[in-house]
């Protein structure tokens, strides 16, 4: 089994930034495409960005100016920098592992947007 573990959520004012980080398994990290999503209550899980096993990356256009996804090779993460958040931006935060034609899911991190 693939664990997924994510950190880095919490409480921030409108405009500040946060950097979550999702944790794998450090014998599959360079053979997986890792991707961030989240989902406020009462809405549809939203796809965000996604860094393939080669190192290329892909942000979704709801995003893309103010979240980026990059590796942390010496821990196995995937971390994903919120610049300029608003209070739509509140939501729990998921990550995902495509491994070995499988899909993996952490439990999520919690991000909390005050105006």
């Known amino acids: 089994q693939v664990q997924v573990v994510e950190s880095g959520g919490g409480l921030v004012q409108a405009g500040g930034s946060l950097r979550l980080s999702c944790a794998t398994s450090?014998?599959?990290?360079?053979?997986?495409?890792m991707a961030w999503y989240r989902q406020a209550p009462g809405k549809q899980r939203e796809y965000l960005a996604r860094?393939?096993?080669?190192?290329?990356?892909n942000v979704a256009d709801s995003v893309k100016g103010r979240f980026t996804i990059s590796r942390g090779n010496a821990k196995s993460t995937a971390d994903l920098q919120m610049n300029a958040l608003e209070p739509e931006d509140s939501a729990t935060y998921y990550c995902?592992?495509?491994?070995?034609?499988?899909?993996?899911w952490g439990r999520g991190t919690q991000v909390t947007v005050s105006s």
């Open positions: 995902q592992v495509l491994y070995n034609g499988d899909t993996f």
């Open positions: 860094i393939f096993n080669v190192g290329s990356t």
């Open positions: 450090g014998s599959i990290f360079g053979s997986a495409s």
